[in-house]
């Protein structure tokens, strides 16, 4: 007889969107809901902590009962509640966390606290059920990392940024080009169409030893460009635009580049380059990291953009993951503002992670 696969209702609140999804164990999405806060943060922009919380408690009912009415099922159908626990922002993981123990414990039903990263390094294996190890390169607005997947829960550090993370820099410098939040869509936008060679701007970090990133110089560079340009002309934006992705991209290619040696070097059976966070929505470094992966024989995997940008359904995937593997954790487990997912990996001063 057919093993019925196990149902996993994901809560992702760790940032700012307030999400839940149902994904089944052979990797159907049942539902995928998200409520995006983008509306409540712009005025600042930038995402701010207690209008964040407040708006996760505010919203987190009704996706819950969305979620599992796309589904079509009630609690009863479901194999175990995970949530993200961290890393991100306390008021929001506590929002999450509590939601998904109240119905963990009054359906007696297994919990699984997830880390959001964990949760983005997982998205390939659902969209493309890909095999361990692979190499990954976590990039979005919190977080910046190059790292060997080697097992649920076995992750590898090769490198993180030093300062901003890639999305962050995106936001900072669609704000200077008064674009907007969130940045990088409007900065892709933008640049859709334009020569990136009109501006000179830097490349931090690359040809360097080493994988890691660093991106506030080139924010610097361009806060510099437009105060000497000030004020700045409409038909600049999109020059400026186009010349920072491009700059990005050079730089993610160069340390990604770096990184296929190393895993080449330490895990000859891996076949995957992977993408995944928000900035992997982007296609000009999409096409980047495809001829790399191509040019050193290995597969490129990128999830569809709607995986890639926060969702619940990353998380739901990754609570199934982990069921699987018997690794289910107590109602007392607390929630993480910082997680790292190597713990061996040098202590960076930021780790990719908004503290
Ligand atoms: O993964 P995500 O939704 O949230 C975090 O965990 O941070 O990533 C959001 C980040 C933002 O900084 C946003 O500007 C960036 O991803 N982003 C992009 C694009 N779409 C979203 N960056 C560049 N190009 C895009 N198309
Ligand atoms: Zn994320």
Redesign the pocket.
């Known amino acids: 007889m057919a093993v019925r696969p196990k149902l996993v209702l994901g809560i992702e609140t760790s ?1 700012d ?1 307030t999400a839940a999804a149902v994904v089944a164990s052979d990797r159907t999405i049942l539902a995928d809901r998200i409520a995006s806060q983008t509306e409540l943060h712009a005025p600042h922009g930038g995402v701010v902590p207690e209008i964040a919380a407040r708006a996760h408690l505010e919203r987190l009912d009704a996706m819950i009962e969305l979620a599992l009415a796309d589904a079509r099922i009630g609690f009863g159908e479901l194999d175990a509640v995970a949530a993200t626990l961290g890393p991100g922002l306390i008021g929001g993981l506590v929002v999450g966390a509590t939601a998904a123990k109240a119905i963990a414990y009054a359906r007696g039903l297994p919990f699984v606290a997830v880390n ?1 990263l964990e949760a ?1 390094a997982l998205s390939a294996r659902l969209s493309h059920g890909i095999d361990f190890p692979y190499l990954l390169l976590l990039v ?4 910046c990392q190059l790292l060997i997947v080697e097992e649920v829960g076995r992750y590898r550090r090769l490198g993180t940024t030093i300062d901003d993370a890639a ?2 820099a ?2 900072k410098v669609a704000k200077l080009l008064g674009l907007g939040y ?4 409007a ?2 936008r933008a640049a859709e169409g334009v020569g990136n060679d009109a501006v000179a701007l830097p490349r931090p970090m690359k040809g360097r030893p080493g994988c890691d990133f660093s991106f506030a110089g080139l924010k610097t560079a361009v806060r510099q460009l437009v105060e000497r340009e000030a004020p700045l002309a409409p038909s600049r934006i999109p020059a400026i635009a186009a010349a920072f992705q491009a700059a990005v991209a050079d730089v993610l290619e160069d340390r990604t580049a770096r990184a296929i040696a190393a895993f080449r070097a330490s895990h000859p059976t891996g076949t995957n380059l992977v993408v995944a ?3 992997a ?2 296609r000009t470094l999409r096409t980047r990291l495809e001829g790399l992966a191509t040019r050193h024989g290995l597969g490129f995997v990128a999830p569809p953009a709607r995986l ?3 969702n619940a359904a990353m998380v739901a995937w990754a609570g199934a993951e982990r069921l699987a593997r018997g690794l289910v954790d107590r109602l007392d487990a607390a929630p993480r503002p910082r997680w790292p997912l190597d713990p061996d990996a040098a202590p960076a001063p930021f780790a990719g992670v908004k503290g």
């Open positions: 940032c969107e959001h983005h979005s607005g919190g977080h999305g962050e995106f936001d969130p940045g990088g869509p900065i892709e966070g928000g900035v929505a982007n890639c940008t926060d």
